[in-house]
């Protein structure tokens, strides 16, 4: 079989203007960028608002492996697979950060005959959006430092009389706001800024600072769960960066860098378009992980393509205890649309991996035992995946779980795989999917499940209501959402949550950020545990995304390369094309 970048460029792609106004977009709704991408105009949601809102799929997973389990590769197939079907069908994927691009996973197209195309323009820097999340971020950043140094050189009575602005008193010990790149680099965690030479303070005040990855922006959080340009503006604003001397909150509205802020980002609140190897209009918009954030696409594009198409397919990032918790619990409730379907990826491989028979990190060899046939690896490891079939039931979404075939598999495995799910007592569809080596032909079975599971009303429950108290949503999503038997929440995290509630914060949502690899916050407990705590060490506030991030575990928002990592294998040729990107 061809690899991934040669069955892409073999691919006879449609030029994106036929793709878009296949899709329903008019002329002026969409502006290409270049034969194969082109940016959506907001300006279609004020037309479309009134079509009938269509079926949103959204895809997940079992608890993730080194190995991949063919997220991406299922939401493309299956979406190819309801175009085979004849249905009205669109897909909406995040933007790959650089970070895993050159990190660990390589790109995040999908793969196969299921994937975006181009790829090469999907993975390395597409339209910019990623590029505009960060200039605006560090905008923010610069901002903070030159008022610190500006008010604090002369004292405060004399910037209120040399600027006519009043002095926020910034609490340099109290700065919450990094500095972001799009790039895993471990050394940034930790930085100084401001350093002068002896006797100096030309370069500003000296302290300590750091840096996160672009996809853990409160800005990129902000881009995928924004309704459109106002609020976009509005959610910019309420973006807490600092404290003052006194404890205060300050934004970036009192820093007046709201609006140069929401300039910035100004074009990448537009939807990117591109399309399948298949033709399916495929939304590209914004890039959160599920580990680090609420790790979902935007709404936006959900909003476009479901008054554009009888079915949405969209992914949630990693397992369901990470992207579809967050999409149901944070995104659903932010946008009033809840999935109408849920698919479930599960591999033999990732399975028996799950089983806890198996210890393997990222970058080591597998195992061959793993592609042979183990019952007892395979039975243990099926509680995983039972554990998120119960997870997804949990909030009244309809199950289809999708065994993603690889060529190692054996048919007495898949078959067996397959009879245990349909033992279950849930109401729970399963079908083996070919999508990798056949697109969408190898994916329709799959997709009548879904559309079959798509008929089914949906009684959406999620874990928790914003009105409840920070500390009730937390509870709720640990001992609820991943059946932990205890929240311990660090010294820090008590004293910040007291300030959350001082401040008037109680309203906002929660997002976890822990390990993928695991359903508790260690990833080393694999399958289905139970009788574990969830220690939170830290509370970090995002008020413009409208949500508070609990840190747990040692989880980082800064990732750091590996010692083989991706970017060794990319090259150009001699033709200058890229090699190496899968």
């Known amino acids: 079989m061809l690899s991934d970048i040669d069955i892409c460029r073999s691919a006879k792609l449609l030029p994106i203007e036929h793709v878009a106004t296949q899709s329903g977009l008019l002329n002026d709704e969409f502006k290409t960028q270049g034969p194969h991408k082109a940016k959506v105009s907001l300006n279609a949601l004020s037309r479309l608002k009134e079509n009938k809102t269509g079926k949103l799929v959204l895809v997940t997973a079992i608890t993730p492996t080194p190995l991949g389990e063919g997220k991406t590769v299922t939401t493309i197939g299956l979406s190819q697979g309801l175009k085979q079907l004849g249905r009205s069908v669109m897909a909406c994927i995040r933007q790959p950060s650089m970070g895993p691009v050159f990190g660990v996973k390589g790109g995040a197209a999908g793969g196969g005959y299921s994937q975006v195309a181009p790829m090469e323009e999907l993975n390395l820097h597409l339209t910019g959006d990623i590029h505009a999340v960060t200039a605006a971020h560090n905008l923010a950043a610069a901002a903070i430092d030159a008022r610190i140094y500006h008010e604090q050189r002369n004292g405060y009575a004399d910037f209120e009389a040399r600027a006519g602005l009043k002095a926020l008193k910034i609490d340099p010990q109290n700065v919450i706001w990094k500095r972001v790149v799009d790039h895993n680099d471990r050394a940034l965690r930790m930085v100084t800024v401001g350093r002068n030479e002896v006797s100096k303070t030309i370069n500003g005040f000296e302290r300590e600072d750091g840096f996160d990855i672009s996809a853990a922006s ?66 590209i918009h914004a890039g959160p992980f599920a580990n680090i954030a609420h790790g979902n696409s935007s709404i936006i594009a959900d909003n476009i393509a479901t008054k554009l198409s009888d079915f949405t397919v969209t992914e949630g990032g990693f397992g369901s205890d990470m992207g579809f918790e967050k999409a149901c619990n944070i995104k659903a409730q932010a946008s009033g649309k809840a999935p109408d379907c849920a698919v479930i990826v599960a591999t033999l491989r990732g399975l028996k991996a799950n089983s806890g028979l198996y210890d393997f990190k990222p970058g080591q060899a597998i195992p061959d035992s793993l592609f042979e046939c183990d019952e007892k690896a395979l039975v243990a490891g099926f509680e995983n995946l039972k554990w998120h079939i119960n997870n997804v039931n949990k909030y009244g979404v309809p199950a289809v779980v999708a065994i993603n075939r690889f060529p190692q598999d054996s048919d007495a495995e898949l078959e067996q795989l397959k009879a245990m799910v349909e033992s279950l007592p849930n109401n729970v569809e399963v079908e083996i999917s070919e999508a990798f080596v056949k697109g969408g032909q190898g994916a329709v079975r799959l997709a009548e499940k879904v559309v079959k599971q798509c008929a089914h009303e949906v009684e959406f429950k999620p874990l928790y209501q914003l009105n409840q108290n920070i500390e009730e949503k937390l509870m709720a999503v640990a001992e609820v959402g991943y059946g932990a038997n205890n929240m311990t929440l660090s010294y820090k995290a008590t004293q910040q949550l007291a300030a959350l509630k001082r401040d008037g914060f109680e309203h906002l949502a929660v997002c976890f950020a822990k390990t993928p690899m695991s359903i508790t916050t260690n990833g080393s407990v694999k399958g289905a545990p139970t009788d574990f705590d969830v220690p939170i060490r830290e509370l970090k506030l995002c008020a413009g995304a409208g949500f508070v991030y609990a840190l747990c575990g040692n989880v980082m928002t800064m990732p750091g390369l590996p010692e083989k990592p991706a970017f060794m294998n990319l090259d150009l040729d001699e033709n200058g094309e890229i090699v190496g990107l899968s």
Do not use: C, F
Not at 231 to 260: F, K, W
Not at 263 to 282: C, F, N, R, Y
């Open 218 to 283: 409160e800005l990129m959080a902000i881009l995928a769960l924004a309704s459109d340009i106002k609020d976009l503006r509005a959610r910019i604003g309420r973006i807490v960066v600092a404290y003052s001397i006194d404890g205060h909150p300050i934004t970036t509205e009192d820093l007046q860098v709201a609006g140069a802020m929401a300039v910035s980002m100004k074009d990448a609140i537009e939807p990117t378009m591109m399309q399948t190897l298949e033709g399916v209009p495929t939304l």
